[in-house]
C-alpha cells in the first residue's frame, strides 16, 4: 500500500542525526554501507562499467562538501547526504505499484524489489535524491537503515545499528527513535538545534541535522605580562627600569 | 529532467489518440463529423493505434515492464497508478465501440463514443498530474501543466480528425476546432514559459544544507567523480540558446503554421483541403513532441542544487 500508514501518536520514528559539526568527510560511512548493502537484503548495490573511465554505481550516501559564509566566517562543511525516512514522503505516495512503503511500526521507508517495475517515478518526487536506480536488475533500491541489522538478532546487541553510525570515527552519527523525546538523539537535536533539510518542501524529515558550533570568538591577542619594578632584583637594572619609564 | 524518448513519444503519440477519441465521441452525436461508419471506424482505429503505441512506448521505459500490471493497484494514492486504470478502463468502451459502429447501432455507438470521451479526457488530466504532482519540479508545478496536456491533447486530436474529415470533404468542424485549440494552445505554452522564467526556485543551496545560517553555501569537492543516476536522470541540462530557439521551433511549427494550414483549408475543400488538413496534422504532431521534450529538458529538480552550478 502506498497510502501512508496513520501516525500513531508516540509511534516510533526511528532515523539518524547527522553531527555537521564533527563529520570530517572521510567517506567511510558510505563505503561501509556499500559494503554492507552489497551483502545484505538488497544486495547487490551494483557498479557499472567498475573498471574503466565512467565507473559509476548504486550508493546509498553520497558525502558532499561545501564552503558556507565568506573569510573568516566562512566554514568547510562535510555533508553526509541519505534517505530522510521523511513522515510526508511522497516517494511514496507517487508509487503505482505498492512497492514502496512506509511501515507503520517505525517510519522506516522500503521498497519491496520483488513487485517494483522500475519506472523511476519515486526518484523524481524525492527532493533529497535519496533514491538509485539499479539499472542491472530494473528495480529502485534506497538506504534501508540497515533494517538487516537493527533487528537482527544474530549479531551482538551493540552492534544493531545501522553500518554507517557503526563505522564513523568522528562519532558523527547517531541513530535512534526520533518519535520518544526523551531519547538521547532527541535531546541531541534539541540542544544543538538540529534541523529539517529543505523544510520548505513539505516532506518532514525525520533525519536531522547539527549545525557546526559557532567558532570560538577570538578575543585580544594575549599580552606578555610586564614584570613590575619590585620584582626586578638587580639594582642596576631596577635603575634603568626606573629611567626608561619616566 | 532527461527527456527520455519513450516518455515523449509516449505522451505526446497517447495525448493525439485520445484527443481525437475524445472528439469522435463528441462530435459524432453531434453530426459534426460524417456519421458513416467506415468514416468512424477509421478515425477510431487510428485513435487506437496511436494510444496504444504510446502505451507500449512507455512500458519501454520501465525497469520490469512484464510487471507492468501491478501499477494499476495503487490508484488510491497514485497518479501514475490512476493513469494506468484510466486508460485500460478506456479500452472498454472504445473497444466496444467498434462492434457497435460496425453493427450499426446508433444508440449504443453514442453512448460509448461519449464514455470513450469521458475516459480519454480522464487519462490525459491523469498524465498532467503525475508531473504537476511533482512538488520537486518546479516548472511541473506550474498551474498550466494540467490545461496544457488537456489542451495539446484536444489540439493535435482534433488536427488528426480534421485531416480524415477533409479527405471526406467534411471537415469543417474538427479544422475550427483544431485552430482554435491551437490558438489556446499558443497562448497558453507562452504564458506557461514566462512564468516558469520568472517564478523564483522552491529552494536554495542554503536550504537544502541548512547551512545559509553561515552564509552562501557553495560547493567544495564532489561526492562522486563520474556521473550517477540521479545527475543523468534529475540533471539534465540544455543551454539556455537552445531552449529559446527549440520554443520558437515549437510554436511556429507546432501552433502558428498548423492554424494558417488550417485555415487555408477551411475554404478549399477537395483533395487541396485534404493535403494542407494532413500537413497541418504532422507539423501539429512534430511541433509537440519538441513541446514535450522541453518540457522534461527546461525542467529542473532541487536534488541539483546538492551539486555544482554546473548540474543545475
Ligand atoms: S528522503 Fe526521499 S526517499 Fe527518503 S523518505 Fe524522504 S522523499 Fe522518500
Ligand atoms: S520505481 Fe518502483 S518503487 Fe519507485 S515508484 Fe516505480 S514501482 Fe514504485
Redesign the pocket.
Known sequence: MTSLPDPAPGAKKLGLVIDLDTCVGCHACAVNCKEWNTSGHLAPLPDFNPYAAGAEGVWFNRVHAYEAGEGEAGRTVHFPRS????EQ????TVCPTGASY?RAEDGI?LVNPETCIGCGL?AW???????ELDEDAGVMK??TLCIDRIYNETIPEAQRQPACVLTCPARARHFGDLGDPESAVSRLVRERGGYDLMPEMG?R?VNKYLPPRRRAVAGAPPQEAAPRAEEIANPLLRWVDRVLSR | MRPAPSIVVFTTLSGAGYGLLFWLGLLRPLGLVPGDAPFAVAALLLALALVTAGLLSSLAHLGHPGRAWRALSQWRSSWLSREGVAAVATYVPAGLLLPALLLGWQGAAAALGLLAAAGAAATVYCTGMIYASLKPVREWRHPLVVPGYLLLAAFSGAALLAMLGAFRGDGAAPMALAILAGAAGFALKRAYWRGIDAAPPVATPESATGLGVIGTVRTLDPPHTETNYLLREMGFRIARRHAARLRRVALAAGFAAPIALLLLALPAGGAAAAALATLAAALALLGLLVERWLMFAEATHTVTLYYPPSAR
Do not use: E, Q, T
Not at chain 1, 534517505?83 to 521523511?86: P, S
Not at chain 1, 518526487?125 to 533514491?131: D, E, I, Q
Open positions: 534517505c530522510l525516512h521523511c514522503p511522497a516517494c511514496v512506509k521507508v519515486c518526487a524525492c527532493p533529497y535524491g535519496a533514491r534506497k538506504c516532506y524529515p
